[in-house]
């Protein structure tokens, strides 16, 4: 377990395992971003098998309800007064980029390197739910992250990839990249990362987002992460650069972590 100070002030707790063969100069480090419910140990309990498997260092940060309420604190995190939310663009919105939420990864990677002396330059991610949302947005908007390779498991909505036309509200901050700085979409486009989805997560529950502006996007999980795939292929299209995401889908699997890690877990570990 570890104990840090986020750039917000805030004191969290990261909760980690480590396998009995990590290998501290070259073993694997990964981040578990847990969902709505907050439950870092429960998520990192899911994973214990797979990481023991790969050699690897787990490490899952909580970030807490309490101190984080509305889940875009923690899934976004990028405003100075609460989420930015318009197709114009304004500096004062916008914390800078090592100060978002989504770059306390980055600060805890550098913290565990020098700790355990590693010589990896680069880290593993997965998320799941609001997990997904925190995974895909880091991808998205620091775009400079040492992420090796990334997974968003059955994200409940999306920040699409895309600025549409005019004054599109379904593509403007934070479901699309209106009002948002300009973000490197070639960078963007060439992280390794995957788009994990349950096959039987299609129930509008009561923690699925239902506005008219997320419904634009599906009108379940499952929906919405083929849409937000397919953004992306028509932009990357569009801009004339490489693709290098992927999408995959787990049968018979809803909305759950522990359904979701084994497939994840293949993928994430794989040569």
Known sequence: MLRFTARDGNVLTAYTHRSPTFDAATGPIVFIMHGVSRDAVGYLDNWIDEVDAAGALAIAPE??????PDSEDYSLGVGTQGTPDGSTYNAALWRSPGDFSLSEVEHLFEAVREEVGSERCRYLIYGHSAGAQFVHRLLTFRTDVRVQRAIAANAGWYTLPSVGSGTDP???????????????????FAHDFLILL?????????????????DAQGLNRFER????????????????????????TVPGVGHTNAGMT????????AP
Do not use: C, K
Request: charge should be negative; proline fraction near 8%.
């Open 63 to 68: 970030f807490p309800e309490a101190l984080y």
């Open 262 to 269: 084994p497939s994840a877990a293949a993928h994430l570990f």
């Open 170 to 188: 379904n593509r403007s901050i934070p479901y699309g990249l209106q009002g948002a700085p300009p973000v490197d979409m070639a960078a963007l």
């Open 198 to 214: 349950g096959e039987a997560d299609v129930v509008r529950d009561a923690e699925l987002r239902t506005t008219a502006r997320a």
């Open 225 to 248: 992460g083929q849409f937000y795939f397919a953004v992306a292929q028509e932009e990357a299209i569009a801009a004339g650069v490489p693709l290098r995401w992927t999408l995959d």
